[in-house]
């Protein structure tokens, strides 16, 4: 049966051939760093393995450059990528955990205000799906602090907010070129900064990583290979039910390599982010379709967009009334085909493996709970076919209730 994905990007023969020789040439890893930092309005950029990667070396670096030995707290959103809390942990910080509003997904203002702010060395962002968080005010917060802002913009490449990039906020940004994102090459993460002294730092530690395996980089660009066919509908319908694909789960990890990013992979990121405000118009065409077909949907509630804010959206989120309904909702449009799913399965406050290290100020980041009982996502990638968001819409009224 043929089936929607429920995120991705299309890489067509043409492109993958286009992007292998350009990742074969010298200096094709430098080229993306920089045209990633141009885009961001930063003055350098990094490559790196993952984008956990990058987060730990993010957060290493601002350690190194910062002059105050009691800041070694990171606030992350309470809802966010499990890899956020486990980078914060593996660079030897302590994670805080601040509430998120369920309306927007941002992190909540008022929370993050409540923070003693003094033993904080920096606060993560989230901009989850593409949507932006509430940029302009968490920069002041950080900044009349003395507290670092990272920017994670894994999700949210090319998405701005007040015509400002998102990743280009704060001391420093961090994109991601995994599975799902706004442009993929399997694997691979940056970082954008323009501090001297951050950048410095930055440097030294990007130039002591190791390069990774060639094996690695080779086994990549096959996936890459596979990939590109298995994301059209009538293949991805075969293939995601193997398992050793791992398809959709969303697993604590932290014991991923820190490497730099192989050079190969970066032809693929850099003819992707080419063709970026396509995919992007694209996916807000999709998002935007999606949104105007569910207003019948009664148990259905779009999140609210924050004044300024341009989406990338690598997939449209919306809140179910109640999860009972969400599980409903998901097991229907599975049925049909549609790659609807419920996201990251807890708030971080409830990640076992996370909890020995949560303080118990910490533990009970209600918004986050609420979102992650209730959220629901909906493809909008470009393999999305005319119509669908009429199909959507049907299947979510028809078993109304
Ligand atoms: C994916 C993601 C990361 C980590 O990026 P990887 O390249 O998968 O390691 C960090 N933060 C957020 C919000 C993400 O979605």
Redesign the pocket.
């Known amino acids: 049966m043929s089936y929607l994905a429920p995120a991705g990007t299309p890489v067509s023969l043409a492109t993958y051939v286009r992007s292998l020789s350009l990742g074969l040439r010298r200096n094709s890893g430098d080229n993306l760093a920089r045209a990633l930092a141009t885009h961001a309005g930063h003055t350098q950029g990094w490559l790196f393995s ?4 990058a ?1 730990v070396v993010a957060l290493q670096a601002l350690k190194d450059a910062s002059n105050d030995s009691r800041r070694n707290e990171v606030i992350v959103a309470g809802y ?2 499990y ?2 809390p486990a980078s914060v942990l593996r660079a030897g910080l302590k994670p805080r955990l601040c509430d998120i509003d369920t309306r927007t997904l941002s992190l909540d203002l008022g929370a993050l205000k409540q923070f003693d702010l003094t033993k904080v060395l920096a606060i993560v962002s ?1 901009n ?1 799906y593409g949507l932006p968080n509430a940029l302009h005010d968490i920069e002041a917060i950080a900044r009349e602090s003395g507290v670092a802002l990272l920017d ?1 913009a ?2 949210a490449l090319g998405a701005k907010v007040g015509q400002r990039p998102v990743g280009g906020f704060g001391a420093v940004g ?1 994109y ?3 599975k799902g ?1 706004n442009i993929t090459s399997l ?3 940056a970082l954008v900064a323009s501090d001297p002294l951050l950048t410095a730092v930055l440097q030294r530690r990007w130039e002591s990583l190791g390069a990774g395996t060639t094996v690695r980089s080779v086994q990549n660009v096959v996936k890459l290979a596979a990939y590109s066919a298995l994301l059209h509908p009538p293949l991805y319908g075969l293939v995601q039910k193997l398992p050793f694909l791992g398809l959709g789960l969303t697993r604590y990890e932290d014991d991923y390599p820190l490497h730099r990013y192989p050079p190969v992979l970066s032809g693929f990121a850099r003819v992707l982010f080419e063709r970026l405000p396509e995919l992007m118009s694209i996916r807000r065409r999709n998002a935007l379709a999606l949104r105007e077909a569910l207003r019948p949907a009664s148990s259905i509630a779009p999140i609210d967009l924050l004044d300024g804010a341009e989406p990338s959206y690598t997939r449209l989120p919306v809140l179910v009334q109640t999860t009972a309904r969400r599980t409903q909702l998901i097991t229907d449009l599975n049925r049909h085909g549609i790659g609807a799913t419920a996201s990251y399965p807890a708030a971080l406050c409830d990640v076992p493996e996370l909890l020995p290290h949560i303080e118990p100020a910490d533990r009970a980041t209600e918004g986050a709970r609420e979102v992650a009982r209730r959220i629901m996502t909906l493809p909008v990638h470009p393999f999305c076919p005319p119509g669908y968001a009429e199909r959507i819409a049907a299947i979510c009224t028809s078993s109304q209730r």
Request: glycine share 14%.
């Open positions: 993952t984008g956990r990667a987060m966010t990528c890899s956020v989230a989850l994670d894994a999700q961090l991601s070129f995994d994102k694997e691979g993460g």
